[in-house]
Each structure stands twice: as C-alpha cells, then as structure tokens.
C-alpha cells in the first residue's frame, strides 16, 4: 500500500481522484490503467492524487490494486472500510478525506468501468479554474447516444421522466439527475452538510438538492454511456420512490410541517422569507394597516414588511427587536427607530418605547415564542398607553396536516412553521380566543391564513390554485383547514384606566 498523498506544491490546486469500488475485482485494474498519465505528470495548472476507498469488499478487489501498484508502478493509496458504509455512505467517507487533507477539489470516479476515466479531465477542470462548484458528467445532454452506449431502455426513460419531475419541484434545469460521475469543489463541499445523506444510491439526489439550494455553480458536460459486464446494484423502483421522497421533503420542509438537518444549511439560525404578495400573515397584517399609520412592530421578524409600510402606505414604523434576531444589526435600514431588547425580559413593558401612542402593534409569529404568553400579553395590556389595534399572528396547531402526523405519531418540529424550534406554546382558535379573553384583549377580525405555497412551489399556476383551494375549504371550516390564525384585536382599559375615568366624571 501507498503512503497517503502528499502535497507536491503548496500552490498548485490539488485534485483528488477518489475511485469508489465494491466487489469490483474485474474491473478495477482496467479502472486505473485508464487514468489518463498526463493527469497524473501534470505539474503546471494542478497536482493529482489517487485514492482507492473500497467499501469492505467480499472479493480480491483491494489485491488487485495492490498488485496494479506493484506492476504499473503508480502511487496509489488504499483505503478499506471495516464495515460496509453502503454507496452514499462511502462518498461521505471519500469528501471527508477530501477537506481534512487540503484537496481543492475531487473527481468521484466508480471502480466497474461503468464512466470513463479518459473524461475526467473534462469535469474537474472547471473546479481547478473556478467556474464551478460542481461538474457532473451527464449522459443525457446527447440523448440518442445513451441508448446507442448500451442504456436500457427502461433505464432510460425512467431516468428521463425522474430528472423532468425532479427539475419540475426543484426549479432547475438539469440534463440528468442520476449520473454518478461528479467532480466537487471542496470548499462546496464543506458548506453542505452531506453528513445526514442518505448512505444508498440516493445520496446522489440529496446532494444535488442541497447544491441548489445553496445556489452554488453547477456545470454538465455530456459524457459516453457504457453498459458492460458490471453488477447493477440498484432497486430501481425503490431508488425512485427514494430520490423523489427526498426531493418532495425538502421543498416541505421549507414551510415547517417536515424537517431534516440534511436541508438545514444556517443551523441554529432562523430566517422569515418576505409574504408580500399573496395570502399569508404578512398580506393579512398590510390589508389591516391604515395608511399614515404610526406602527410598532414588536419582532421585527420581517423588515420588508416594515420597508412596504413606509414607501408603499407612508407609514411610520418603530420596531423593537430580540437580542437573538439573526439580522439585528441590519435592521436600522429598515424602521424609523429601532432598539434591541430581551424579549423576555419583566423589564420590557416599561420600555419607552411601548409608551408611545401607536395607531397598529404587530405582533407576528411572537406570541407562540414566549415561555409565558398570558403573563406577557398582560403586560403589553397595562404597558402600551393608548388604544392601538394590535395585529396577531400565530400558527394553528389543529391544522389537518399537523393532526394526520400526530395520528401517525410524528411530531415534527423544524426551523420554521407550526412547529418552529424557538415555539414554546402552541394554540388552535379556541386556546387562542381563551388567552385573549383572559388577559382582556377584545377580538375585531379573526381569519385562517392559508400555508405559503409561493414559498414552497415557486410555479404561480400552481402555487395559485393550491392558495385557491385552500381558501375555499378555510371558509367551510377554517379551524381545520386554516395553516396560521390572524386577529386584529384591542385591549380594554385596565382597573386604574377605569378608576380614572370614573375619578374624572
């Protein structure tokens, strides 16, 4: 065995070249022999360096690239895994290899021959001249030549008609989803938490998904389709049902009723995406704002909403925003005032700001947030001065969906949504109208807001006629059916505004 790769120059970008087997003893010498020798004496624009990660093999595959080492003479490094890691659980291995020994980049090539090694060149070096975050050698650029390499047909169209509904949900526009000739960047690679992948053949799916989600470069080039003696090793119909599993779960989970720490690329920070413009709690809060309001909006969770009052309905807008916003030092741009509190603080209905006279108090997404909702609700009553319209926002617990995933057992908390990590308390219509009437809040409006689904599916048609239904069936029975809930609501005065009022009369 070779020692492990190192550096030949500390300024030439290193590529790796990692070959992933499993039982492939036939193959694997061919494999190796087939790497172009220019790659590997390459000593101006880069250095190359090749890895063997077998995948606890059952057969001689490991002998063959030691004796391959031995007869060819090229520096080879073997690694072995105890225990086999399965297909995506062996990439995981191979990129982690990759980012801690420096590499710049790495070329994922298969040990059964079924891609050619003689293209590599092609992937990789958009990755050496950054162009790229990702190149993936694509058998579906040049369709004909697929089933003239060999693709069976029923391979074929299968991975046609999974890449046109995987481009449908994902917005992209890829020639193929499933090949597995690929080539990274690693300081890609270190921004996508591919640890929680899948460790089967969809791996491949969910790294993509987390590629485009972070908006990062990809690039195809159209590659040879060979299909020979080499061990499939694939489920087709449960790599589909798989691939597109995963696909549909991580458009979900941008709406908080599933979530996955594979799609959680800012863990620990929590980000609200702009509802302007169409029905949401954002939408429903503008229709009940005055304009030439004076606003405070307690939160601050969405400051184009602030940015829309001000230059759209000539607002005034003063916003009081929790230590732990993850864009608080941003926020200045956007409210006329601002000022960073402990939302939880007992020193908060004194603040000076709640003293003010306001026309409409936001409260968004807030109340479900707070450890002590009555207790809090009670003090912005007996702290604000005047009679403001508050408008409130909170997600609906009893929305179907929620109740179909407790019947299943699931409680699936997520970064954002019904059950947000940072939720504390959760309500329905009647818990919410309880806390109110409780803490003396009087109820004016109250509607179901129905889920973003601009959000989720970026398509207006359809993003449109699911909106549309779900309005319909909010207005039969919007406890079931509503996603959030929204109330305008004031308060009544308390006991000294009464005593007061009673003195002066």
Partial sequence: MASPPKPKSAELPRLLILILTYNAQQHIQSVLSRIPEAVLKEKERYQADIV?????????????????????????????????????????????????????AVLMLHGDGQYAPEEMERLFLPLIENKADAVFGSRMLCKE???????????????????????????AELSEFHSGYRAYRTDALRHLPFIYNSNDFDFDTDIIIQLLDQDQRIIEVPIPTHYGEETCHVNGVKYALQILRSTMLSRIQR????????????????????????????????????????????????????????????????????????????????YSRLEIVNMDSTDLPTHHFLKQDYDVILLLDILEKREHPEQWMKHLRHAVSNYPSFILTVGNIAFLPVRLSFLLGAFNYGKRGILGFGHKRLFTFYTLRRLLKAEKYDIITEA?????????????????????????????????????????ITRAPTLAERLEEAKKS
């Fill in 145 to 171: 030549d697929a089933l003239k390499g060999g693709m069976p047909r029923y391979k074929y169209w299968g991975n046609r008609i999974l890449t046109h509904l995987q481009n449908w949900l994902m917005r």
């Fill in 52 to 104: 063997v990660l077998d995948d606890a093999s059952h057969d001689d595959t490991t002998g063959k690239v030691t004796a391959f080492m031995e007869h060819h003479g090229r520096p080879v490094y073997l690694l072995k895994n105890l225990q086999n890691q399965g297909y995506g659980g062996n990439q995981k291995i191979g990129y982690h290899y990759a980012i801690e020994e420096g590499y710049d």
């Fill in 448 to 488: 179901g807001i129905p889920v973003p689904w601009p959000l989720v599916f970026r398509q207006q048609f359809l993003s449109s006629l699911l909106l549309k239904i779900q309005q319909f069936f909010i207005r039969l029975r919007r406890t079931l059916f509503a996603f959030q809930i929204g109330m305008v």
């Fill in 255 to 334: 709406y908080g009723i599933y979530y996955s720490p594979k799609f959680d690329y800012e863990p620990g920070i929590i980000r609200y995406t702009p509802k302007l413009t169409f029905p949401s709690s954002h939408f429903f809060a503008m229709k009940h704002i005055p304009d030439g309001s004076i606003v405070l909006d307690i939160g601050c969770h969405c400051p184009k909403l602030a940015e829309f009052l001000r230059d759209e309905k000539s607002c005034t807008v003063h916003g009081l925003a929790d230590f732990t916003h993850p864009d608080a030092a941003a926020l200045n741009n956007s």
